[in-house]
C-alpha cells in the first residue's frame, strides 16, 4: 500500500508547501550599467525612500506613542528581567582589573593544569608590573612569543619610568613591535582568540587585556591541484589553512572592492568560514541569503565545506549537487568576476561556489585558457561522456531485452554468438561487471597513491579478461562497462559524477522492466526534477530552461570578445563586462586602412 502510495503521488498535483524558499526576483532597479551608475541609482532610491518615510511621519495619527526620553528607556530596562540578566552575564564576563582574579578565570576555562596544551606564563613588564600571558601549545609560534612578545616587555631600559608607562595602552603603542595587537574586554572574546594560536597578555590593574597575533601553527605547503590538473593554466590549489586560501584568490582578484567576512561555523570546535564577494558586482540579496543559512546553522561540529554545503543547500534529498567545490584559486576568481559568492570553510583545500547551474558542472578552468574552437570540442567531449555514462548500459539492456528490431542483422548475430555460454540472463551480467568496476574504482582510491592506479588498471583488465574466459559474460559487455567507466571520468565535476553513476543503476533497472520506454519515463522525472530544483534562488537548468540573457558560454565556449555581459540569471550589479568594441586594436586597424 505504501509504495502504490508513493507511486500515485508522483502523478498527482500537490500544492507546494509554503516554506521559508529563499528566490531571487528582477528588481525594476537593475539595468546595464557601470558600477556608479548603479551606486548612484541606489543612493536616489535611499533618498527617496527616506522621503517618504519623514512623510509617513508627519502623518502619523496623534495616538501613536511618541519615542521613550533615556530616563524612561533606562527604568523600562530595569524591569525587564531578560535585560538583567543579559547585563549580570556581561558584567560576569568582563575583565577584572585584579590579575589574580583573571588567571583564576583564564585557568578554569581552559582547564588548567588538567589540560596540558594551555600554558601560562608570569613576568614582570619593565621589572616592576606584573603580567602573564597565555597562549596555547603547538598553535603559537614560540619564536614570536619569546622575541617580540617577552623580550620588550621584560626589558628594563623600554621603560624610563616604569610605574607610569607600564599601562596596555603604553604597550601597546610603544613597546610591541608586533603587528596585529588588538584589545579584548571580555572573557569569551579572548578564549576564542586563545584557542585560534593567539596569545593574551594581562597587566595588573588593567581592564582589558591584549591580544597579539602569533599564530604559527604547521600546515601543508600550496601544491599542485589533484582533481582539477590542467595542462594549461595555473597550477596552484587550496590547502587546509583558511587565510592562506583567502590569500590566494586575493592574489589574482586584486580589487579594492572584493569583500572578505569571516563567519563562525559549529558551536563546540568554533570553526570559521570566509565569505567573498565583490561589491558592486555580486547580489546584495544572495550574499545576504547566504549569511543568514550560515548564522541559522545550531551545530556542534563543522569540518569543512563539504559539510557546511550540506547544511545550506536549497535540495538535501536531490542528487545533482546544487553547490559546486572546486580547489583551484584562479577558477574560484572567475566565479567572483561574474557575481557569484564564495565560501571557503577552514580544514579542508576547497572553496564552494553559490549559486550555480547544471552547465557550470560541465565547465573546467582550462576552457578559458585555450582557443575557443578547442574549448568548445572539449566540452562537447564532455557532454557526450555524460551521456554515454548514464544510459550506454540501459540502451543495450534495452536492445537485447525488448527491441531486436532496432538492431542489424549481423550484429544481433554476433552479440548472440558472444553470448552462447553465458549462462546469466543479461541484467545479471551487467550489474556484475558494473558492480566489479566500482569495486575497483573505490578500492584505487583508498589504496596508497604508489599503488592506486597500478591496481586499477590491472585489476580491470584482469578481471574483465577473466570473466570472457570463464564464460561469466561476454566480451562486447566488457566492452560496454569500459566505455561507460572512462565516460564518467570525463565528468569535471566529482559531485556530478558520482550523481550520474547512481542514476546509471536506475536506468538500468529501467530498461530491464520497460525497455526504452523505461528509458524514456526515466529521463522524463528525472529531467523534472532537476528543472524544479533550485540554488539559492537560481533555477538548476538556466538558462536553457527558463531562458535568460547569456554570453556564447554554456555548452559553446564561444569567443572572449563575444562575452560581453554577466549571467542575467545572477542580476548582478553591474552586467558589463567589456567595453565596446573589445579589441579596439581591430578598430584602429580598419580605420587605417581606409585612409
Same mark, same amino acid.
Given at each position: 500500500?505504501?509504495?502504490?502510495?508513493?507511486?500515485?503521488?508522483?502523478?498527482?498535483?500537490?500544492?507546494?508547501?509554503?516554506?521559508?524558499?529563499?528566490?531571487?526576483?528582477?528588481?525594476?532597479?537593475?539595468?546595464?550599467?557601470?558600477?556608479?551608475?548603479?551606486?548612484?541609482?541606489?543612493?536616489?532610491?535611499?533618498?527617496?525612500?527616506?522621503?517618504?518615510?519623514?512623510?509617513?511621519?508627519?502623518?502619523?495619527?496623534?495616538?501613536?506613542?511618541?519615542?521613550?526620553?533615556?530616563?524612561?528607556?533606562?527604568?523600562?530596562?530595569?524591569?525587564?528581567?531578560?535585560?538583567?540578566?543579559?547585563?549580570?552575564?556581561?558584567?560576569?564576563?568582563?575583565?577584572?582589573?585584579?590579575?589574580?582574579?583573571?588567571?583564576?578565570?583564564?585557568?578554569?576555562?581552559?582547564?588548567?593544569?588538567?589540560?596540558?596544551?594551555?600554558?601560562?606564563?608570569?613576568?614582570?613588564?619593565?621589572?616592576?608590573?606584573?603580567?602573564?600571558?597565555?597562549?596555547?601549545?603547538?598553535?603559537?609560534?614560540?619564536?614570536?612569543?619569546?622575541?617580540?612578545?617577552?623580550?620588550?616587555?621584560?626589558?628594563?631600559?623600554?621603560?624610563?619610568?616604569?610605574?607610569?608607562?607600564?599601562?596596555?595602552?603604553?604597550?601597546?603603542?610603544?613597546?610591541?613591535?608586533?603587528?596585529?595587537?588588538?584589545?579584548?574586554?571580555?572573557?569569551?572574546?579572548?578564549?576564542?582568540?586563545?584557542?585560534?594560536?593567539?596569545?593574551?597578555?594581562?597587566?595588573?590593574?588593567?581592564?582589558?587585556?591584549?591580544?597579539?597575533?602569533?599564530?604559527?601553527?604547521?600546515?601543508?605547503?600550496?601544491?599542485?591541484?589533484?582533481?582539477?590538473?590542467?595542462?594549461?593554466?595555473?597550477?596552484?590549489?587550496?590547502?587546509?589553512?583558511?587565510?592562506?586560501?583567502?590569500?590566494?584568490?586575493?592574489?589574482?582578484?586584486?580589487n579594492k572592492n572584493l569583500i572578505t567576512e569571516i563567519l563562525p561555523v559549529g558551536k563546540t570546535n568554533n570553526s570559521k568560514c570566509g565569505i567573498m564577494y565583490?561589491?558592486?558586482?555580486?547580489?546584495?540579496?544572495?550574499?545576504?541569503?547566504?549569511?543568514?543559512?550560515?548564522?541559522?546553522?545550531?551545530?556542534?561540529?563543522?569540518?569543512?565545506?563539504?559539510?557546511?554545503?550540506?547544511?545550506?543547500?536549497?535540495?538535501?534529498?536531490?542528487?545533482?549537487?546544487?553547490?559546486?567545490?572546486?580547489?583551484?584559486?584562479?577558477?574560484?576568481?572567475?566565479?567572483?568576476?561574474?557575481?557569484?559568492?564564495?565560501?571557503?570553510?577552514?580544514?579542508?583545500?576547497?572553496?564552494?561556489?553559490?549559486?550555480?547551474?547544471?552547465?557550470?558542472?560541465?565547465?573546467?578552468?582550462?576552457?578559458?585558457?585555450?582557443?575557443?574552437?578547442?574549448?568548445?570540442?572539449?566540452?562537447?567531449?564532455?557532454?557526450?561522456?555524460?551521456?554515454?555514462?548514464?544510459?550506454?548500459?540501459?540502451?543495450?539492456?534495452?536492445?537485447?531485452?525488448?527491441?531486436?528490431?532496432?538492431?542489424?542483422?549481423?550484429?544481433?548475430?554476433?552479440?548472440?554468438?558472444?553470448?552462447?555460454?553465458?549462462?546469466?540472463?543479461?541484467?545479471?551480467?551487467?550489474?556484475?561487471?558494473?558492480?566489479?568496476?566500482?569495486?575497483?574504482?573505490?578500492?584505487?582510491?583508498?589504496?596508497?597513491?604508489?599503488?592506486?592506479?597500478?591496481?586499477?588498471?590491472?585489476?580491470?583488465?584482469?578481471?574483465?579478461?577473466?570473466?570472457? +574466459?570463464?564464460?561469466? /559474460?561476454?566480451?562486447?559487455?566488457? $566492452?560496454?562497462?569500459? #566505455?561507460?567507466?572512462? &565516460?564518467? !571520468? =570525463?565528468?569535471?565535476?566529482?559531485?556530478?559524477?558520482?550523481?550520474?553513476?547512481?542514476?546509471?543503476?536506475?536506468?538500468? +533497472?529501467?530498461?530491464? /522492466?520497460?525497455?526504452?520506454?523505461? $528509458?524514456?519515463?526515466? #529521463?522524463?522525472?528525472? &529531467?523534472? !526534477? =532537476?528543472?524544479?530544483?533550485?540554488?539559492?534562488?537560481?533555477?538548476?537548468?538556466?538558462?536553457?530552461?527558463?531562458?535568460?540573457?547569456?554570453?556564447?558560454?554554456?555548452?559553446?565556449?564561444?569567443?572572449?570578445?563575444?562575452?560581453?555581459?554577466?549571467?542575467?540569471?545572477?542580476?548582478?550589479?553591474?552586467?558589463?563586462?567589456?567595453?565596446?568594441?573589445?579589441?579596439?586594436?581591430?578598430?584602429?586597424?580598419?580605420?587605417?586602412?581606409?585612409?
Amino acid at each position: 500500500m505504501g509504495l502504490f502510495n508513493t507511486i500515485k503521488k508522483l502523478f498527482i498535483y500537490r500544492e507546494p508547501l509554503q516554506g521559508d524558499q529563499f528566490e531571487l526576483l528582477e528588481d525594476a532597479s537593475e539595468k546595464i550599467g557601470s558600477p556608479s551608475q548603479t551606486q548612484q541609482t541606489n543612493t536616489d532610491e535611499i533618498i527617496n525612500q527616506n522621503a517618504i518615510l519623514k512623510g509617513a511621519t508627519d502623518k502619523q495619527p496623534k495616538g501613536k506613542k511618541s519615542p521613550l526620553r533615556v530616563e524612561e528607556w533606562n527604568m523600562e530596562r530595569q524591569q525587564d528581567p531578560a535585560a538583567l540578566k543579559a547585563d549580570t552575564t556581561a558584567q560576569v564576563d568582563r575583565i577584572s582589573k585584579d590579575l589574580q582574579q583573571n588567571r583564576l578565570r583564564i585557568e578554569q576555562e581552559l582547564n588548567i593544569p588538567t589540560n596540558r596544551d594551555a600554558k601560562v606564563r608570569n613576568l614582570r613588564i619593565g621589572k616592576s608590573a606584573k603580567a602573564f600571558i597565555v597562549y596555547i601549545e603547538g598553535m603559537a609560534d614560540r619564536s614570536t612569543i619569546n622575541d617580540f612578545i617577552l623580550r620588550p616587555l621584560m626589558m628594563g631600559d623600554n621603560f624610563k619610568t616604569p610605574q607610569e608607562e607600564c599601562s596596555a595602552d603604553y604597550i601597546l603603542e610603544n613597546i610591541l613591535t608586533i603587528d596585529g595587537v588588538t584589545k579584548a574586554s571580555d572573557y569569551t572574546h579572548t578564549i576564542s582568540q586563545i584557542l585560534e594560536g593567539k596569545t593574551a597578555l594581562f597587566i595588573d590593574g588593567s581592564e582589558f587585556c591584549l591580544l597579539v597575533e602569533s599564530r604559527g601553527f604547521e600546515k601543508r605547503n600550496v601544491d599542485q591541484p589533484v582533481t582539477e590538473s590542467v595542462i594549461s593554466g595555473p597550477h596552484e590549489s587550496f590547502i587546509e589553512d583558511l587565510r592562506t586560501n583567502l590569500t590566494l584568490v586575493r592574489k589574482i582578484v586584486k580589487n579594492k572592492n572584493l569583500i572578505t567576512e569571516i563567519l563562525p561555523v559549529g558551536k563546540t570546535n568554533n570553526s570559521k568560514c570566509g565569505i567573498m564577494y565583490i561589491d558592486g558586482i555580486a547580489n546584495k540579496k544572495i550574499v545576504d541569503e547566504v549569511k543568514r543559512r550560515i548564522q541559522s546553522l545550531d551545530i556542534d561540529f563543522v569540518l569543512g565545506d563539504g559539510m557546511l554545503s550540506q547544511l545550506i543547500e536549497d535540495h538535501p534529498m536531490a542528487l545533482f549537487p546544487q553547490i559546486l567545490r572546486t580547489e583551484r584559486p584562479d577558477r574560484t576568481a572567475s566565479f567572483l568576476m561574474e557575481g557569484k559568492v564564495i565560501i571557503i570553510s577552514d580544514g579542508t583545500p576547497h572553496a564552494s561556489i553559490v549559486p550555480v547551474t547544471f552547465f557550470h558542472m560541465m565547465h573546467a578552468s582550462e576552457d578559458s585558457f585555450i582557443r575557443w574552437q578547442f574549448g568548445t570540442f572539449l566540452r562537447l567531449v564532455r557532454y557526450m561522456g555524460m551521456g554515454l555514462a548514464m544510459l550506454l548500459p540501459a540502451l543495450y539492456i534495452a536492445l537485447t531485452l525488448f527491441h531486436h528490431e532496432m538492431i542489424p542483422t549481423e550484429l544481433i548475430l554476433a552479440i548472440e554468438e558472444s553470448r552462447e555460454n553465458v549462462p546469466f540472463p543479461v541484467i545479471v551480467e551487467i550489474l556484475l561487471m558494473e558492480l566489479s568496476f566500482e569495486l575497483i574504482r573505490e578500492a584505487g582510491i583508498r589504496v596508497p597513491d604508489v599503488i592506486g592506479q597500478t591496481l586499477g588498471i590491472i585489476g580491470a583488465l584482469i578481471l574483465g579478461q577473466s570473466a570472457v +574466459a570463464a564464460n561469466l /559474460v561476454s566480451p562486447i559487455l566488457v $566492452i560496454i562497462v569500459s #566505455i561507460t567507466g572512462l &565516460g564518467s !571520468f =570525463a565528468i569535471p565535476n566529482y559531485d556530478l559524477a558520482i550523481a550520474i553513476r547512481i542514476i546509471r543503476f536506475v536506468f538500468i +533497472a529501467l530498461a530491464a /522492466v520497460l525497455g526504452f520506454y523505461g $528509458i524514456a519515463i526515466g #529521463i522524463f522525472i528525472i &529531467g523534472g !526534477f =532537476a528543472c524544479s530544483m533550485k540554488s539559492f534562488g537560481i533555477p538548476y537548468f538556466t538558462p536553457v530552461a527558463p531562458r535568460a540573457r547569456v554570453n556564447p558560454d554554456i555548452v559553446i565556449r564561444g569567443p572572449l570578445w563575444k562575452q560581453t555581459l554577466r549571467p542575467d540569471s545572477t542580476n548582478p550589479l553591474d552586467k558589463t563586462r567589456t567595453g565596446k568594441p573589445v579589441r579596439g586594436w581591430v578598430n584602429r586597424r580598419q580605420r587605417g586602412d581606409q585612409k
